[in-house]
């Protein structure tokens, strides 16, 4: 991301941008750029939708506590959503919290909950998990919000999932070789990672995706990782592997 402006605010926005366009603020968003950023009208910050890219935007404060941005210039166009598909069993509250903002960070385009036979938590607030990727996305400089998805049980999330290509899983009892070799097998296109919750999958469950000719399981070392820790890891591995790291050296 060469000659990228790292210092200036940016925002996700409903509206359409384009240039000299306005974009109304919601009042969370005037209040985080007037009251907590305490930036004054005219000042620029940066705006994205996942549509149009990337814009400058100029603060038109039309009120005590109320602004709008007129976007002024386009400094990035947009780019194609990333298709990694991140299928996880849900965590609780913080965790989970965690777990889906660096999971956007890492590339992640789908967010996809699993009920496991051993999941942690029995309910999903994907309203929740939605904020979690958009303040994740605003942060980390990518234009496009990850598509953030009602859980699916585990039968269904494998229908779901394995038609659009290969489903790769953390398997804690697969032997702690490298993955790399394995990964690099893949043929290129959209992939699913699916990572089980801390008590790890069912024998059931480990079974159902073993036999299965499009699931690749792969060890994420020696060490039984949380299953946050786990998500971090075996994003970055794919992404080394067969993902947009690779593409983008």
């Known amino acids: 991301m060469p000659d990228y402006d790292f210092q200036s605010p940016r925002l996700f926005v409903g509206a359409d941008l384009a240039e000299n366009g306005t974009v109304p603020l919601d009042p969370s968003q005037a209040n985080y750029l007037l009251s907590v950023m305490r930036l004054a009208d005219g000042e620029t910050v940066l705006a994205f939708n996942g549509r149009d890219g990337e814009w400058r935007c100029r603060i038109a404060r039309t009120a005590k506590k109320k602004a709008d941005l007129v976007a002024e210039e386009r400094v990035r166009a947009p780019t194609p959503a990333p298709t990694l598909a991140y299928l996880f069993a849900p965590l609780k509250h913080a965790r989970l919290d965690y777990m889906v903002q660096k999971a956007v960070e890492m590339g992640a385009g789908i967010l996809?909950?699993?009920?496991?036979?051993?999941?942690?938590?029995?309910?999903?607030?994907?309203?929740?998990?939605?904020?979690?990727?958009?303040?994740?996305?605003?942060?980390?400089?990518?234009?496009?919000?990850?598509?953030?998805?009602?859980?699916?049980?585990?039968?269904?999330?494998?229908?779901?999932?394995?038609?659009?290509?290969?489903?790769?899983?953390?398997?804690?009892?697969?032997?702690?070789?490298?993955?790399?070799?394995?990964?690099?097998?893949?043929?290129?296109?959209?992939?699913?990672?699916?990572?089980?919750?801390?008590?790890?999958?069912?024998?059931?469950?480990?079974?159902?995706?073993?036999?299965?000719?499009?699931?690749?399981?792969i060890s994420l070392g020696p060490r039984i990782l949380r299953a946050d820790t786990a998500a971090v890891a075996a994003l970055a591995v794919v992404q080394a592997c067969v993902g947009d790291w690779r593409s983008a050296s």
Do not use: W
């Not at 779901?160 to 990964?183: H, K, M, N, W």
């Open 112 to 217: 996809q909950p699993v009920m496991t036979q051993h999941v942690q938590a029995s309910r999903v607030n994907v309203e929740r998990m939605r904020a979690n990727a958009v303040e994740a996305a605003e942060q980390c400089g990518i234009l496009s919000i990850p598509e953030c998805l009602e859980p699916l049980k585990f039968d269904a999330a494998l229908q779901a999932y394995l038609p659009r290509g290969p489903l790769i899983f953390c398997d804690e009892r697969e032997d702690a070789e490298s993955p790399v070799e394995t990964l690099g097998k893949l043929p290129k296109g959209p992939l699913s990672l699916l990572i089980g919750p801390e008590g790890g999958f069912s024998t059931e469950e480990r079974a159902r995706l073993m036999a299965e000719a499009g699931v690749t399981a």
